[in-house]
Each structure stands twice: as C-alpha cells, then as structure tokens.
C-alpha cells in the first residue's frame, strides 16, 4: 500500500500545508491588484482607510480567491486522480469531504465579510462567489467551455474586484466610467485566461474541456486571446483621451505597445512561448491598469 493510500485510510483531518495549497496563494495577486486599482480609481483618500483596505484586500485575495481555489479542486478531484495524483484532496493529504467543507466554509466569510462593507461590496461579493461556483460546479461548469469559462474568470479576477475597490471606502455606488473601465480591463482578461490554457491542452483534450486552444488550435487561438487582451485596452485609451487624460492614455499605449512586440514573440510559438507571455506580457497590461485607475481618481 503506497503512502498516498495509506493517508487516505488513516486521515481524519487534512494537512495544514495542504490547505494553504489547496488556496493557492500564488493566484491571490491579480483580484488584490484588481482591488488596489478600484480604490485609486474612487479618488478616495488611503489615509485613515487602512482597516477598510486591509479587509477589502483579505476579502478580494485570500478569502473569494482562496474560496474559488478550494471549490475548483473540489469539483476536480476526479480528474486530479488520474492527471495529479499528488494534489491536497486525491492525495489524500485532504480527507473526505474536508475539501467542500472548506470552501463552504469560506463563501460563508466572503459573504460575511462583504456585508460588513456596505451594499455595492457584498453585491459584488455575491457575484464573485455566483462566479467561483459556476465555472467549477455541475451543472453549470463553465470551465467546460472556452468562451465562457475565461469570460467568468475575468469577470471574478479583474471587474469584480477592481468594483469592490471602488466601492469599499465611498459606501456608494462607483460611478460609470469606473464601471466601464473595469469591466472592459476584465474582458481584455479573458485573452489572459485563455493562454493560461496552453499548459493543459493534452488534459483538457483526454477530459473532454473545450479551450481555445483545444477547440482553436494553439496558433488560432493564441492570435485569439492577443485580440481579446489588445482590443480593450485601445478603447481604454480612446475614453482616456475623450475624457481629457492624454497623458495617462500614452502610458497605457506605451504599456501596450510592450505587449504587442511580447505578442509577435508568442505567435510564432504559442504553446512554447504561452507561460513566457505570462510572466513578462501580463505585467504590463496590469501596469496600464492602475495607470487608467489614476486617470479615474484624477477625474472623481
């Protein structure tokens, strides 16, 4: 019997180390930014806000983020079985229903914690959790799909967040153009989301997921995801200049002329050059976004 049975027989509560993998630390980072751009776009001032901030950040990365982590693996520990063996739930690492218990466990202190923080957040909140739950969970399983999987992931990473932020030190309603901006930084996502793709397009082919670059191909769908991440920042830097911040608008160009030469590089070997354009690309589009959130607190 290996260890791994052996765990899965004795084990009665899982493995502390095994639950901060489960939550995934490493994915906290885009919904925190996210959130960050949101309270720079409010034009709210940070002083005597950092508890606010604190608990907005908590909620946004570690808790919904976590929450999302946990429920995916959950609703994939099938599949992990066979692809991952030596993942916190298949491994045992993770007992029995320890693994939806905690990420019930944690949309209850998303929930909670979003009604703390007035009425915008805790909507946004409900619907960053609707989202989490919807892309890993049957029926729905949006994850399943490449449109509308990588379209609730930017919704959950970027628009929800950056809203939030927006909302979490005003207890008001963002205005408009903080809510446009947001959600089309949250579309241009869906290209990152797709590259995020390409490393698991033998699995997601054996397993039935229709990615893009399952459905696509890696060529077709990597000049896919290079539109869908290009296309939203040029109307951001149109707006900007409609809205008489030029000078923001430059830098977001700047930052997406980075972009379009990292791009050329990734076309001409998408499968190779995808985590490449992860690690190198991505930073400059998240750049322009808290450029546009100065843009939007200078005009609030």
């Known amino acids: 019997m290996s260890d791994h049975q052996l765990n899965r027989t004795a084990r009665r509560w899982p493995e502390p180390q095994a639950i901060l993998w489960l939550i995934k630390p490493v994915t906290w980072f885009p919904p925190m930014w996210a959130l960050l751009c949101g309270i720079v776009s409010s034009g709210a001032a940070f002083t005597g806000n950092w508890t606010l901030i604190l608990l907005g950040i908590l909620l ?43 990420a019930l466990a ?34 729905v399983r949006a994850k399943k799909s490449g449109i509308w999987g990588p379209a609730l992931c930017g919704l959950a990473y970027e628009t929800l967040p950056w809203i939030t932020g927006a909302a979490i030190l005003t207890s008001g309603a963002p205005s408009v153009s903080v809510i446009v901006i947001a959600v089309l930084y949250g579309l241009g996502a869906h290209g990152i989301m797709t590259l995020n793709d390409f490393k698991a397009v033998e699995g997601d082919r054996a397993m039935g997921l229709r990615s893009l670059p399952v459905t696509l191909g890696p060529d077709r769908a990597a000049r896919v995801a290079c539109w869908v991440m290009a296309v939203p920042q040029v109307a951001v830097i149109g707006l900007l200049v409609t809205w008489g911040f030029a000078f923001h608008a430059l830098g977001i160009a700047a930052m997406l002329a980075v972009q379009l030469a990292a791009m050329r590089v990734l076309l001409r070997d998408p499968l190779g050059k995808a985590q490449w354009y992860q690690g190198m690309g991505i930073l400059f589009y998240i750049s322009g976004m808290m450029i546009a959130a100065f843009a939007l607190g200078a005009m609030t």
Request: glycine letters at 14%; proline letters at 9%.
């Open 60 to 102: 946004a990365g570690p808790i919904v983020c976590g929450m999302s982590q946990a429920a995916n693996d959950w609703c994939d520990r099938h599949v992990d079985a066979i692809n991952e063996p030596d993942r916190p739930i298949p491994s045992g690492r993770i007992p029995g229903r320890w693994g939806l218990w905690i």
């Open 106 to 139: 944690m949309t209850g202190l998303g929930l909670g914690v979003g009604y703390t923080l007035g009425p915008w957040v805790f909507g946004a909140t409900i619907m960053a959790v609707l989202a989490a739950w919807a892309y890993s969970a049957e029926p």
